[in-house]
């Protein structure tokens, strides 16, 4: 498997933590089940929702 690999922080305030970030070339397949275990396990987002490519920045709409 190929990925990117960028230095970065985390998505929310501070934004100062140090975090190496992967990102994979590809899509990878997963399982509804395995979703839905990783989905609890992690628990909520913080994060904004982004906007789908070629759509309206999904923040200049709030």
């Keep these: 498997m190929s ?3 960028y230095t970065g922080s985390l998505t ?4 100062s933590e140090g975090v190496t970030w992967y990102v ?3 899509p990878i397949p997963m399982y509804v089940k395995t979703y839905r275990n ?3 396990t992690i628990g909520s ?3 904004y929702t982004q ?3 070629g759509q ?6 709030l």
């Design 3 to 5: 990925y990117y690999q």
């Design 56 to 61: 309206a920045n999904i923040l200049h709409l």
């Design 12 to 15: 929310t305030p501070p934004c």
């Design 38 to 40: 990783l989905k609890n």
């Design 24 to 26: 994979a070339t590809t």
């Design 45 to 47: 987002n913080s994060r």
């Design 51 to 53: 906007s789908d490519l």
